[in-house]
């Protein structure tokens, strides 16, 4: 076999694809719930304690603080593991998924937190005083003059790091989740080939690069006129 | 429609804004130091002094934006430094106007009216919608309703804010140097306005550097210096033969400008 024959036999072997096509379907799917199960409950978690910090409660503020930059210290992998091998050790199992799950949630959520966190103390402090005046209250503020212009500064770092986290579903692979490199590993281990993972990297492609174009479409979306 | 003058009988009621013994620190800096301040319905009083003099924090704590240290401060009989005072109802009646402007840029221009109409005062959308075009028909506005404020001049955005302000009906409106972020050129437009709602009979507290304004428009000149209110009185006198030396520095000053 010459080098590009090869080559072609390992990583575009048809025949090996064909037949891991299903299971690597199955890990895709698998994939985009896990993803979006963590984008809805990272994002939404990140947001409420970034509007719990709004607040400006001084103690929970810093233990607010405390719990995003643990989270954004460790990596995920680390939790991963922490979670689905050391909590079984105090009684409290959980699959892999869920593992896999909780810890990139916690992840995104501190991360998102400080994006919120930084939009909301970009927009000006004039425009909390303007709407004040008027009689509107802090939450009214906070919630139709603040957030508003606060989130459409947070568009774009809130894609990057929601994809680059999404991504870390990869890491359940670890923990014996079915999502795509996890089946694609598998496909790999029995038709002995490693055609399985090109499969694997199309899969991905085919989930996120959507993601990335949707990111695009929101920012120019909720851009206001200048 | 002209505003009837002052009468003296008008003087004795009760003033629309009454502070009194205002102090305010900033860490090491005192800005006021139990400065009083009262002003009758329909007054136009003038605030001017040197950077720094205290002035604009004196105005802040007027719908309490700045929280004096000590103090009391009455607008319309409310008391608005007393815990038990609902602050959000008190300032509806208390309009405020900014350097800045302050619109919010991500509505347009009768939404920016609107919001508080809606949010503040829970009027249904129509009625919020006509009360809107109302209060910017009368800053000259009515044909840029829809424009979002980044598509709007510096002293049409002003005059937006303002609508912001009076179509709340305020009882006395605040300017906080209200043509200072301004083109010499867009100031005009702005001081047309605010003459209009005098002669409306608008309550007004200005801090400005608008001399020509303050001469031609104002009841009454106080003139700060260092925390505190050093001398006031009608425009007149204040500009013409004023009592205090700072006061004099400070007019001679503005006058070669």
Known sequence: ?226 | MTRPAPSPAAAATRPIVDARGLWKRFGPLTVLKGVDLSVAERELVFIIGPSGSGKSTLLRCLNRLEEPDDGSIHVDGIELLSRATDINAARRRIGMVFQSFNLYPHMTARQNVMLALRKVLKQERAQAEEAAARALDRVGLAERMDHYPAQLSGGQQQRVAIARAIALEPRVMLFDEPTSALDPELVGGVLAVMRELRQDGMTMVVVSHEMAFAKAAADRVVFMADGEKLEEGPPAQIFGDPRHERTRAFIRQIDRH
């Open chain 1, 1 to 226: 076999m010459g080098g590009l024959e090869s080559f072609l036999f390992s990583f575009f072997n048809l025949k090996v694809m064909g037949t891991y096509l299903p299971l690597i379907a199955q890990g895709l799917g698998l994939t985009v719930i896990l993803a979006l199960l963590i984008v809805v409950s990272g994002l939404a978690l990140g947001l409420a304690l970034a509007l719990l910090r709004a607040c400006g409660i001084r103690p929970l503020n810093w233990l607010i603080i405390f719990v995003v930059d643990l989270f954004r210290a460790l990596p995920p992998l680390v939790i991963i593991v922490l979670l689905f091998f050391g909590l079984p050790a105090m009684g409290l199992g959980m699959s892999g998924f869920a593992a896999t799950w909780l810890s990139l949630t916690l992840v995104l959520m501190a991360f998102a937190e400080e994006i919120y966190w930084a939009g909301i103390t970009a927009v000006p402090k004039g425009q909390w005083e303007a709407a004040r005046s008027t009689g509107l209250g802090f939450f009214q503020t906070l919630r139709l003059v603040v957030l508003p212009q606060a989130l459409r500064i947070t568009i774009p770092p809130l894609t990057n790091r929601t994809i680059a986290i999404t991504k870390g579903t990869a890491l359940g692979s670890v923990v014996g989740v079915a999502e795509i490199l996890g089946a694609a590993q598998s496909a790999m281990s029995f038709s002995a080939n490693p055609s399985p993972l090109t499969l694997g990297a199309i899969a991905y492609l085919i989930l996120f690069i959507p993601v990335v174009a949707l990111g695009r479409w929101v920012e120019t979306r909720f851009a206001w006129k200048r």
